[in-house]
């Protein structure tokens, strides 16, 4: 996720954009640039880092006058954060000047064909590539902006949403929007252009939401007319009044970033896999993988390595890897990893996750692998990060920033890849028939509307959550590829609401936690179709004749848990391997309720940092 400020009217441009890229830095923040149309030319600055860093330059380095003018916070998906890379872009001719958020998948093969007609790029970024095909287009087809900009994304595939300005016709703004969002403001001779309403909710209420596949062009004497980008339709404009205020907004509306957040999967899930995943080609491309695919397939064995969530997302890659692939994966605490002189050798290949990308365990465990001649992969959300700059290679989930401590999205968005790594070795090695392949990659597929259905219990879920708040203790129960999520429901519990929570093999019960099952201790247990269901219902029975409260978390139209078990909540079927995606919905959403109705600070829990960057 980026952000997206633009401004055309009667106003000073500057202030505008700069304290709107202000609001949006929720939304990205690794570089931040401006673009300002003085009267005369284009004045533009950009540097790596925080908005106030591009505050501190610009004061320095341009003119800060004009009425036009478009400003970008970065969250980086190709090309690390640096100056080079952030937005505004220019095209080739210094004309035109865009912003983007959202990913081109096809920008490397529009590059090439770009350059054959000698366009040259200083970027690593698929933003810069898309400007020179808007220009390529303007320039050959002889046509406006507007039309220049329909016509190239006619051409492209992927999410946007970007605002684009010409110098030599400065009395309008063009806007697209495709999977990334994109809010006009409307006021009296003056328009709004942004991801969302905060940077300029106090100017004007009246917006326009562009929906997917429109453009508009925003004149400051015509207005906005906006079309759709595909069949040129003109479409009425749909004006809001807006309700909502600031702090409403930055949030999307939810109370906390973790709700967001975790509403959030569907689509980060699906931005993870974008360009990625081709079931109808039965394809899985990354880049990561495709270039050092003799390593992982002459692996010993994989060691992942990593700390809290990211490490159960990696222990649910052991089950999924040694399934699939049948690769030896070995998972380890980076914690512990680093200190306990671990057997490592250049056979192995080690794959680090990481959210943050900065997790000082996680990168002392890296580097500890890289000097006995390991091959390490990198699991990040951050582009450019420590540990996306310390790994061998990698591949970043696109995730956007995760603001909530607790963390949601990331764990989701990283069994995404990782399954994907998976999926594509074992196509190489010949360990999964291609019709399996091809299955897993339509179920995959399919997982973000299965994981929209699973959010839809949440009204269901804050009931449960209501009757179980006041537990002193709680028990999470999981088998095979959910014992992981047992897990990390756990801990999500733990982490925000403060209570005791454990995870455990279901069947580990009766080694000893059994003895803690009375009427006071709830237990929640994964029971999902799809593995040893029958032994998860023996499980249950056990807990059952000792009085346990049960809530299960079941496949939708389980009948046999729903009559033993005190609650029920249901999530869609899927492959048994890609059940976690499913199954971890309602733990999160439990979790965040129970903390919310025990007056927590849901995203900034007691004595925790979003990232551990010390010892
Ligand atoms: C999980 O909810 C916690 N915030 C914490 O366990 C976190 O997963 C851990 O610190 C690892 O962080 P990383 O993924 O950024 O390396």
Not at 535 to 551: A, P, T, Y
């Amino acid at each position: 996720m980026c952000g997206i400020v633009g401004y055309i009217g009667k106003r000073e441009a500057y202030p505008i954009i700069l304290e709107g890229l202000k609001r949006l830095e929720y939304r990205g923040y690794d570089s931040a640039g401006i673009a300002l149309y003085d009267g005369n030319s284009i004045q533009l600055s950009k540097t790596k880092g925080k908005v106030v860093d591009l505050e501190n330059r610009v004061n320095n380095e341009i003119e800060t006058t004009g009425s036009l003018g478009i400003g970008h916070t970065r969250w980086a998906t190709h090309g690390v954060p640096n100056d080079i890379n952030s937005h505004p872009h220019y095209s080739n001719s210094g004309d035109l000047v865009i912003i983007h958020n959202g990913i081109i998948e096809n920008y490397a093969s529009i590059k090439k064909e770009l350059i054959k007609r000698g366009y040259t790029f200083s970027s690593e970024t698929d933003t810069e590539v898309l400007i020179n095909l808007i220009e390529d287009v303007k320039k050959n087809e002889q046509v406006k902006l507007g039309k220049a900009v329909q016509i190239a994304l006619n051409q492209v595939v992927g999410a946007y949403a970007i605002a684009v300005f010409d110098k030599n016709k400065p009395d309008e703004i063009v806007v697209a929007k495709l999977g990334s969002p994109l809010a006009i403001g409307v006021g009296e001779n003056e328009f709004f252009i942004a991801s969302d309403a905060t940077p300029f909710l106090e100017y004007t209420k009246k917006a326009i939401y562009l929906e997917d596949e429109e453009m508009a062009i925003v004149r400051l004497k015509k207005g906005v007319k906006i079309r759709k980008i595909k069949n040129d339709a003109l479409v009425d404009p749909y004006i809001q009044e807006l309700q909502l205020n600031l702090e409403q907004i930055v949030k999307g509306g939810y109370e906390h970033f973790m709700l967001k957040e975790i509403h959030e999967q569907p689509n980060a899930i699906k931005d993870t896999y974008r360009g990625r995943l081709n079931a109808n080609k039965g394809q899985v491309r990354m880049a990561g993988i495709d270039d050092n695919l003799e390593k992982f397939l002459n692996a010993n064995r994989i060691i992942v390595i990593a700390c809290g969530t990211s490490w159960h997302a990696g222990l649910v890659s052991e089950y999924i890897f040694e399934d699939l692939a049948r690769i030896p994966v070995e998972v380890e605490y980076a914690s512990e990893f680093r200190y306990r002189n671990p057997v490592i050798t250049e056979n192995d290949v080690v794959i680090a996750i990481s959210q943050s990308g900065e997790t000082a365990d996680t990168l002392a465990a890296i580097k500890l692998a890289k000097s006995k001649g390991a091959f390490v992969f990198g699991v990040c959300n951050v582009v450019g990060s420590s540990i996306a700059r310390e790994t061998h290679a990698g591949a970043y989930t696109h995730a956007g920033p995760e603001i909530g401590v607790a963390s949601t999205k990331a764990f989701t968005t990283q069994i995404t890849v990782l399954t994907l790594i998976a999926l594509k070795l074992a196509k190489e090695k010949g360990t999964l028939s291609h019709s399996e392949f091809h299955l897993h990659l339509q179920e995959l597929e399919l997982i973000p509307d299965k994981v929209q259905k699973a959010l839809q219990s949440d009204a269901h879920i804050k009931v449960v959550a209501e009757t179980y708040k006041d537990a002193k203790n709680c028990l999470y129960l999981g088998r095979g590829f959910n014992f992981p999520v047992a897990l990390e429901g756990a801990l999500k519990l733990k982490e925000i609401s403060y209570i005791h929570a454990e995870g455990y093999p279901a069947a580990e019960m009766k080694h000893g936690p059994i003895a803690l099952i009375d009427e006071q201790m709830p237990v929640f247990v994964i029971a999902t179709k799809k593995g040893h269901y029958d032994k998860v219902v023996s499980n249950i029975q056990e807990i059952k004749s000792r009085k346990g409260k049960i809530i299960g978390i079941v496949t939708e139209g389980d009948t046999e848990v729903k009559n033993l078990a005190d609650h029920v909540i249901e999530v869609p079927e899927t492959l048994e391997l890609l059940t976690p995606l499913l199954t971890t919905i309602p733990l999160q959403l439990l979790s965040y309720h129970i903390a919310v109705m025990l007056d927590k600070n849901v995203d900034q829990p007691r004595n925790l940092a979003k990232s551990v960057t010390v010892e």
